[in-house]
């Protein structure tokens, strides 16, 4: 390890040596490509998984889809909340709601965090929902980034 650390220093030193001498020179000398090393100093597993912030919007006017499909929608979700894909979702609103009746909510989409290797497997698990299945979902301009959460904290008086 000691060795591999040196070797890739000493690339990055002769890669700074040559961007500051010259562009051009860099432009045209991959220090790395010439010592026989990987760009990637630090390979990360293929199969790592991560937590991701995913939101999903609903398609326009698909409201009273959403509410039929909704216990197919739920009862999908014990699966994944207990294989540890699912950590934490639910809907995305576009008010605050009045009350908790589902018929009062004005629903624009769901957020989700769950566990995957790669924003691929997220796109297959969400494909695979009831809600994609069924209209709802607009799967195409889901947002998805990396999350590293710094807490996490039940909310008083609301029912999971």
């Known amino acids: ?6 070797t890739c220093t000493s690339a990055l030193s002769l890669q700074r040596s040559i961007t500051s001498t010259s ?6 000398v991959n220090p790395f490509i010439r010592l026989g090393l990987r760009s990637r100093t630090m390979a990360t597993p293929a199969n790592r998984k991560f937590e991701w912030l995913v939101v999903v919007p609903d398609f326009p006017g698909t409201l009273a889809k ?32 009045v009350d908790d009746e589902v018929s009062s909510l004005k629903f624009s989409g769901s957020t989700v965090v769950m566990v995957a290797s790669s924003k ?17 979902w607009d799967v195409d301009n889901a947002q998805m980034w990396p999350f590293k959460c710094a807490f996490r904290i039940p909310v008083p008086g609301q029912s999971v």
């Open 1 to 6: 390890m000691a060795f591999r650390s040196r």
């Open 120 to 136: 691929e497997e997220i796109l297959e698990t969400l494909r695979a929902d009831p809600y994609t299945k069924n209209g709802v």
């Open 66 to 97: 959403r509410l039929e499909v909704r216990p197919a929608h739920f009862a999908g979700l014990k699966e994944k909340i207990d294989s540890g894909t699912f950590v934490m979702g639910g809907a995305v609103l576009e008010d605050v709601p």
């Open 23 to 28: 562009s051009r020179a860099a432009a045209t």
